[in-house]
């Protein structure tokens, strides 16, 4: 069951994970409210408290998978735009949270 301090040190350990991740993190509840944002999440307007469904143009969160996520318990992956992929997974045992990413693919090579 989760619990206020369940939760907050979950966002404690959500920041030590995903602040370093090169691309936007966020920790979600199943109301799409952003509990947690990594840095650039947070410059691209994903911030706590938020609903991260309404950030940005409606298009860019055509085809969320988050609800396929919530039911069927198993990560969920796509490319809706070239270049970019983004996912979402579950966080073991906290079933009504998630984390959401999104990461740009470089096609550089060496």
């Known amino acids: 069951m989760e619990t206020k301090d369940s939760t907050e040190a979950l966002i404690a350990s959500f920041h030590r994970t995903w602040d370093a991740f090169p691309g936007i993190a966020r920790l979600i509840d199943r109301q799409h409210r952003i509990l947690a944002s990594n840095p650039m999440a947070e410059k691209a307007g994903f911030i706590v408290g938020a609903m991260c469904a ?10 969320c998978k988050m609800g396929k996520m919530f039911e069927t318990g198993k990560s ?3 490319q809706v735009l070239p270049g970019r992929i983004r996912g979402w997974f579950p966080v073991e045992g906290f079933p009504d949270f998630c ?3 999104g990461l740009p693919i470089s096609e550089e090579k060496g």
């Open 54 to 63: 309404k950030i940005g143009e409606p298009a860019s969160h055509r085809g």
């Open 99 to 101: 984390i959401h990413f």
């Open 76 to 78: 969920q992956t796509d």
